[in-house]
């Protein structure tokens, strides 16, 4: 029998030998670096002493912050399923600090697909590609106005973003109040500022992401956030006062093309989530097992009792299905064309976030089955389960949440006007 941690199935023959011994390189850093302090991290919320290490073990002593760049540049290029075989380790460990690490580089990928920006990623690859030093994006979406309506591209086309930016001479000059962003707080070297060039006007052309490097004049970031788990994620305010930076800092120059890499970006965020899913379900199997393997309840241990099979058969049951869907749409991203999708195309869209919607409720549920057949000690911090139950609600929230998730799949799926 295969080892817990690689029980569930997997498309081996989309996995090269490099990735594999890339994924494994994280599971141990995860292992050695995160797993032994897992019961410290919450109280790290505000100050982050231990999790700022960790964080440069994972970005800089694995890589993780070459991920995304091109090889050229000294990045490691990694396809999507290696990517997300990685965020599924880093899970299992402790996911604010995944989401912390993961969104470090997914604030890059509208200058990098699908029309790589060469001016920018000349820019910023070297420093990224660098191994001593942390450098942090932070995707700034979530408008103090509201989060869903600067990601629902297809259904206002950026009219209901708040955060401006207009042309000055060789300068954009952004104006805004962000919230929320991951990496905020002080965290984040870079942003990826979404905002319009014409506010209040439905227009794909409008639809602008602006890089900012954080020390800019007129950047000002508050402290972060006390929320019920994802302390490894440092969300705050962000204002835009009349920032200037240089008219290039725009993902892609041509007007228009920053809604498809925003949808592309939509896309990659669908299926990174899923694997983050994936990873924490992983680690509540691997709980749930060392517990009902040795709790005696009536005189038999727990698994032995037929109404407890039933719900841990559920339980490996759902992560072998989400497993499936959550890398083919990883592959389907790599690969399209066999497929016949564009990976920054609505139909794609409509799909990953029917995948991410149900790979985040199963989630949920499957949390809950743990949590109950362990009874107290699920609910107490040393079972660890309570941590992943705080943790990871905000998976099925973010990006939208359930409601425009449930839009995108209609509009594709059935045509629907609604927005
Ligand atoms: C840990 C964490 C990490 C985060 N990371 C980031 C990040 O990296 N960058 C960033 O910018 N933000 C981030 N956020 C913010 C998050 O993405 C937003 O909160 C989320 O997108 C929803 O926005 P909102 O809270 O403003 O809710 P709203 O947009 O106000 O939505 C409220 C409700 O309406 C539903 N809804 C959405 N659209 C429609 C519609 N058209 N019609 C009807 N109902 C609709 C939603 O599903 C939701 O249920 C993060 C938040 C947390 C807690």
């Known amino acids: 029998m295969k080892k817990n941690k690689d029980i569930f199935s997997l498309p081996s023959e989309w996995i090269s030998e490099e990735s594999k011994q890339i994924v494994q390189s994280c599971r141990e850093i995860v292992e050695k670096e995160i797993f ?5 991290l919450d109280e790290d919320w505000k100050d982050h002493k ?15 912050q070459c991920a995304p760049w091109p090889k050229e540049y000294g ?4 396809d999507t399923i290696t990517y997300c075989l990685c965020l599924e380790e880093m899970d299992r460990g402790d996911s604010g600090l995944a989401t912390a690490a993961d969104c470090g580089n997914w604030a890059f990928l509208p200058i990098l697909a699908p029309k790589p920006n060469e001016v ?19 995707a700034a979406i979530t408008d103090e106005r509201g989060g869903s309506d600067v990601e629902n591209i297809d259904g206002t086309h950026g009219k209901y ?8 001479g060789d300068e954009w000059v952004i104006n805004g109040h962000k919230l929320w962003p991951t990496n905020s707080g002080g965290v984040a070297d870079l942003f990826a500022v979404f905002c319009t060039t014409n506010p209040g006007v439905e227009d794909d052309e409008s639809f602008a992401i602006i890089y900012v490097p954080a020390d800019t004049p007129g950047v000002i970031q508050g402290p972060p956030y006390q929320k019920a788990g994802m302390s490894g994620d440092k969300n705050g305010d962000v204002w835009f006062e009349n920032v200037r930076v240089p008219k290039e800092n725009r993902a892609n120059p041509k007007p228009g093309d920053d809604a498809i890499a925003a949808r592309l970006f939509m896309n990659a965020g669908n299926i990174g ?11 509540c199997y691997e709980l749930v097992k060392e517990w009902c393997d040795k709790r005696v309840v009536g005189g038999k241990i727990l698994k032995e009792h037929s109404m ?21 749409k990883a592959r389907m991203m790599d690969n399209p064309e066999p497929y016949g999708i564009d990976p920054s195309g609505v139909e794609f869209l409509a799909k990953t976030r029917a995948n991410k919607l149900f790979v985040t409720d199963q989630m949920t549920i499957l949390i809950n089955k743990a949590m109950d057949l362990m009874g107290s000690h699920g609910y107490a911090r040393e079972g660890h389960i ?3 139950w705080r943790d990871s609600k905000i998976i099925s929230l973010w990006m939208g949440g359930r409601g425009l998730a449930k839009l995108d799949i209609a509009r594709y799926f059935y045509d629907c006007k609604t927005f």
């Open 386 to 388: 309570e941590k992943h």
């Open 36 to 40: 032994p302090l897992r019961l410290e």
């Open 50 to 64: 231990i999790y700022e290490k960790l964080l440069s073990k994972l970005m800089l002593d694995f890589g993780w």
């Open 273 to 283: 989530a899923s694997a983050q899913a994936l990873g924490i379900m992983r680690n």
């Open 308 to 328: 407890t099979a039933a719900v841990l058969a559920d339980i490996a049951m759902t992560i072998e299905v989400c497993r499936s869907d959550t890398y083919m």
């Open 161 to 168: 973003i708040a955060t401006t930016a207009v042309l000055d």
């Open 75 to 78: 990045g490691f290029e990694l």
């Open 120 to 138: 920018l990623i000349k820019k910023f690859a070297p420093i990224a590609c660098q191994t001593d030093k942390l450098f942090v994006g932070c």
